[in-house]
C-alpha cells in the first residue's frame, strides 16, 4: 500500500491533478498554469445584528480555472469556511465542469458563518453585503455562484437581486434561483437525482440489483435527502441517515417518506420513531452494501478508513475521501465512485438554467430530466471505459479525461 500522508484539501485535489499530469504528461508549465487559481479575493462583510451590535464576517470567491468557460461554482456558509477549502472546491469545479463536458470553469465561495443561529434578516443583509463585495467579478459571462452547504435557492434569490441593483436585471448571474424568479424546474433536486442515476448505473454495471440493497447516507440536506428519496422508490433499503444534530438506524429500512415528514417538522433526522439512535462516526463505519457520505469533507481520512465495512463509497458529498484514505480503502478493495461524477448533477441542471436564462426560454421538467440523465450516463460511460482502458480508479479516469479537456482547452487557446 503507498504511503499517502494527510493532507489540506486544496493539497488533496492538487495531488490528484498531480498524478493525472504524471499519467498524461502534461508538462511542467502547463500544470503551474491549472493548479495556481486564477483569482482569490477575499472580502468583510459587516452586518448589524438583531441585537444591534455590528459583527464582521470573512468571506471568500476563488475563481480557479475558465479555460472552458465561464467561472461556476457554489456559495458555502459554514463557520469553518476557509481560504483553503474554498480552494479545494473551486478546482474540483474545474474539473467537474470537464468531466460531465458542460461548458464552465470553476469557482467556489464561502462565509464564516453558521446560518443555523442567524435570523432570516441577518443572512439576507450578510448576502447582499457579500454580493456587493464580489459584484465586480461576477457575473452571467464572468462568474455564476449557487447554493452549496449552508445556502439555498433564496439566497440565491437575494444575491441575484442584490446584484441587479448594479448591473440590471441579469437572472444568469446565480444558478439554483427560485423557479418564479428564473430558476430551473429540477434544480433543487438534481444533485440526488445524479446521486441515484449514477448508483443505478454503477449497480447495473456490477451486476448487483440496487433492490434490496443496504445504503448509510452521511447528511439529509439537499443532497442527501434528495439521494435518499430517489434512492427509495428504487427499492434501495435506507438503513440508517445521520445530520449533525443525530442520527437514525433501523436494519429492516428506513420509511424515507415519513423520515422526510419528521426532518420538514423538527429539522433534524434525529428522534424519528421506529429507529434507534446512531451517531456519525459509527453511520461511517456501519456495514453495508454503499455508504454515501453527502454533507461535508474530508469525514472518511486515514483514522477511520480501515474501520469503512461499506462495499462502495458513492461520493455525494465534495471530497469525502481524503488520499490517504483512498490508498486504505482502494488496497481493502472498497470502490469509491468519485465526487467529480457523483455529484455533477447539480451543475449539470445549473447549466440548463443558465441556458434558460439567457435564452429567455424555460424548458419543461421533463426536457430537464432527460438532458440531465443523458449528460450524467454519458459522463458515466467516459469514466466507465477510461477506467478499464488506463487501468486505473473511477477517481483516476474521471480525473485523467478532466486534466485532458482543461489542458486542450489552455493550449488551443495558446500559452503565454
Ligand atoms: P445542506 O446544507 O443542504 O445539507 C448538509 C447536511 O449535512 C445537513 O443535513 C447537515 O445537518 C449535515 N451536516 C452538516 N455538518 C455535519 C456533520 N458535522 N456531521 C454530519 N452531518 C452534518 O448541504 P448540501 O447542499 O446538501 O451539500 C452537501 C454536500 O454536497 C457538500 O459537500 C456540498 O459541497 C456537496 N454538493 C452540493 C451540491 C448542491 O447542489 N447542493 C452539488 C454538489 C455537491
Known amino acids: 500500500m503507498p504511503i499517502v500522508k494527510e493532507m489540506t484539501p486544496f493539497e488533496a485535489v492538487t495531488y490528484e491533478f498531480d498524478r493525472a499530469c504524471d499519467r498524461l504528461k502534461v508538462s511542467d508549465e502547463v500544470r503551474d498554469i491549472v493548479r495556481t487559481p486564477d483569482r482569490e479575493v477575499r472580502v468583510e462583510v459587516p452586518v448589524r445584528m438583531d441585537n444591534g451590535k455590528i459583527k464582521v464576517f470573512i468571506g471568500y470567491r476563488v475563481q480557479h480555472n475558465s479555460s472552458r468557460g465561464p467561472y461556476k461554482g457554489g456559495i458555502r456558509y459554514h463557520p469553518e469556511a476557509d481560504v483553503d477549502e474554498v480552494k479545494a472546491l473551486a478546482a474540483l469545479m474545474t474539473y467537474k465542469t470537464a468531466v460531465v463536458g458542460i461548458p464552465f470553469g470553476g469557482a467556489k465561495g464561502g462565509v464564516q458563518c453558521d446560518p443555523s443561529t442567524m435570523s432570516a434578516r441577518e443572512l439576507q443583509k450578510l448576502t447582499q453585503g457579500f454580493t456587493r463585495a464580489i459584484s465586480y467579478i461576477i457575473g452571467p459571462d464572468r462568474d455564476i455562484p449557487a447554493p ?16 441587479a441593483k448594479a448591473h440590471g436585471y441579469s437572472p444568469g448571474v446565480v444558478t439554483g434561483k427560485p423557479v418564479e424568479l428564473g430558476g430551473s424546474l429540477g434544480r433543487e433536486q438534481a444533485t440526488g437525482r445524479g ?53 437514525v438506524l433501523n436494519e429492516n429500512g428506513l420509511d424515507i417518506d415519513a423520515l422526510s415528514k419528521h426532518v420538514s417538522q423538527t429539522g433534524s433526522v434525529a428522534g424519528f420513531a421506529d429507529a434507534d439512535h446512531i451517531g456519525n462516526k459509527e453511520l461511517l463505519e456501519l456495514p453495508c452494501d454503499i455508504l454515501v457520505p453527502a454533507a461535508l469533507g474530508g469525514v472518511i481520512n486515514r483514522g477511520n478508513a480501515a474501520n469503512v465495512r461499506a462495499k462502495i463509497i458513492v461520493e455525494a458529498a465534495n471530497h469525502p475521501v481524503t488520499p490517504a484514505a483512498d490508498a486504505i480503502l482502494k488496497d481493502r478493495g472498497v470502490l469509491c465512485v468519485p465526487d467529480l461524477l457523483v455529484n455533477a448533477g447539480g451543475v449539470t441542471v445549473s447549466y440548463f438554467e443558465w441556458a434558460q436564462n439567457v435564452q429567455r426560454f424555460p424548458w419543461d421538467l421533463g426536457r430537464v430530466n432527460s438532458e440531465l440523465e443523458e449528460v450524467l450516463l454519458k459522463a458515466y460511460k467516459n469514466v466507465y471505459v477510461r477506467a478499464k482502458l488506463d487501468r486505473v480508479s473511477y477517481r483516476e479516469a474521471a480525473f485523467n479525461i478532466a486534466v485532458e479537456r482543461v489542458v486542450r482547452a489552455i493550449e488551443l487557446q495558446g500559452l503565454p
Open 148 to 163: 452549496d452547504m449552508g445556502t439555498n435557492a433564496q439566497t440565491m434569490a437575494w444575491m441575484m437581486s442584490e446584484y
Open 195 to 247: 446521486v441515484a442515476i449514477i448508483t443505478a448505473e454503477l449497480a447495473k454495471d456490477m451486476g448487483k440489483p440496487l433492490r434490496g440493497a443496504t445504503v448509510a447516507i452521511q447528511g439529509f440536506g439537499n443532497v442527501g435527502s434528495w439521494a435518499a428519496k430517489f434512492l427509495y422508490p428504487m427499492g434501495a433499503k435506507i438503513v440508517a441517515v445521520t445530520d449533525v444534530k443525530g442520527g
